[in-house]
């Protein structure tokens, strides 16, 4: 493989001034004023020769997409982290770190303090907020670290519609969001309440007032092929995190305690009157079995309700917590833990999965009735979940002759079907 290019080094008299004073500078354009700001990665040959940002083929989709969004470009201040075209349209190819321009930025925004900053691409979210992952982090509201108390919210870049034209609704939700944001300089995020490190006799407190409610969202933790935690809840407002074992594998309670603690679940997941909720569930359904907590009763999957409604879109977590909450980006937290060890992290993030995947699902509940989708959903995917977890525990057999020679059946139609079509379009 191949080592990453070193950025350039600045020499000790640099003068960017100086420097800037032999590029053709790009300047921003628009309403400086306004309270939304979108601001790109650096200029390309359109952009280079009519001295304007985003008027090449990707700024003119961003336009299009702006108005889908409820604004217009004469309404808002476009900008770029680096004011000129590099060297082929490639970053790596500037004879000074992109870093150099960060000042630039960072004088405008901190003079003008716009409600809201559009970060198009990952190398505006990198200037704006000190952070990587685009296309994880898009839809969140951010803090920017460039000009503390200025929101941010990332988007894709439009260039890459013309390599992936899925994009488009994703880009047009962010704006969208980042235009309804722009109305305040106030962040408003979720306020949860974050249950972790439970007492022996708070946690069967919280499981024995679950045990009476109409739904439970449930999400494990696992590592070493083992239930790390087990969390719980059922409101967006508030989760309970119930640690099993320590990060050294050894148990958090003593075997009565944990013995006890497990019959209060299988009371909860047992009890076929109360509603399950769970994100990709058949992974906690098959872990839970092997602790002999099985699960019965309709179980509603946050990832197969949004599959029946954006089939053709991303169905993780992130992704649906960017579209049905207002929760940043946070997946990357399980990560840190494993760097960090940080036990309360791990916690924590086990609780957030389950304050976002009870408010997605009940976003995905109205969704399926304003479409008129729910009795699809019960019939094809709700009475199906149990015979799919089935086979996930059991297996299934596989007549392998018949599944050949449908094979050859199917792919024959096909070819047939493609000629066909092929002949109708000469």
Not at 265 to 291: C, M, R, T
Not at 400 to 405: A, I, K, M, S, V
């Amino acid at each position: 493989m191949a080592k990453k290019k070193a950025p350039p080094q600045l020499p000790a008299d640099f003068d960017l001034q100086q420097y800037l004073s032999t590029k053709r500078i790009i300047p921003g354009r628009g309403n400086p004023a306004s309270n939304l700001w979108i601001i790109g990665e650096a200029g390309g040959s359109h952009e280079h020769d009519k001295r304007q940002p985003f008027v090449g083929p990707s700024g003119q989709e961003l336009s299009k997409m702006s108005n889908n969004a409820g604004f217009t470009f004469g309404e808002v201040y476009l900008d770029n982290v680096i004011p000129f075209q590099p060297p082929r349209n490639k970053l790596d190819l500037l004879d000074v770190p992109v870093e150099t321009f960060y000042p630039l930025l960072q004088e405008k925004i901190a003079k003008f303090r716009p409600n809201c900053v559009v970060a198009a691409g990952g190398t505006a979210l990198r200037a704006l907020c000190g952070v990587g992952g685009i296309t994880l982090r898009r839809g969140s509201i951010l803090s920017s670290r460039l000009v503390p108390g200025i929101k941010v919210v990332p988007m894709v870049h439009p260039a890459e519609l013309f390599k992936d034209w899925s994009w488009r609704t994703y880009m047009i939700f962010d704006l969208t969001r980042a235009f309804e944001e722009s109305s305040t300089p106030d962040k408003n995020l979720p306020v949860r309440n974050l249950i972790i490190r439970p007492s022996f006799q708070q946690a069967l407190e919280v499981l024995d007032e679950l045990s009476h409610s109409p739904r439970v969202c449930i999400d494990i933790e696992t590592r070493r092929g083992r239930i790390a935690c087990i969390g719980i809840g059922n409101s967006k407002d508030w989760s309970l995190c119930v640690p099993l074992e320590r990060r050294d594998s050894s148990s958090y309670w003593s075997e009565s305690q944990e013995a006890e603690l497990l019959r209060a679940f299988s009371v909860i997941f047992e009890n076929p009157e109360i509603i399950k909720i769970g994100q990709n569930f058949s992974f906690d359904f098959a872990f839970l079995h092997g602790y002999r907590l099985l699960v019965q009763g309709d179980i509603w999957d946050t990832m197969w309700m949004h599959n029946l409604l954006w089939p053709d879109f991303e169905h993780g977590l992130h992704v649906l917590g960017s579209f049905y909450t207002r929760e940043p980006y946070y997946k990357e937290e399980g990560k840190l833990w494993e760097r960090s060890w940080d036990e309360d992290m791990f916690w924590q993030y086990n609780c957030k999965d389950i304050c976002v995947t009870t408010e997605v699902f009940d976003a995905l509940w109205k969704e399926l009735e304003t479409r008129g989708l729910m009795e699809f959903y019960k019939l094809h995917y709700l009475k199906q979940m149990p015979k799919l977890l089935g086979m996930q525990m059991r297996g299934f057999r596989i007549h392998e002759h018949r599944r050949d020679r449908m094979r050859k059946t199917w792919e024959k139609k096909v070819t047939q079907a493609q000629a066909a079509l092929e002949a109708k379009s000469i």
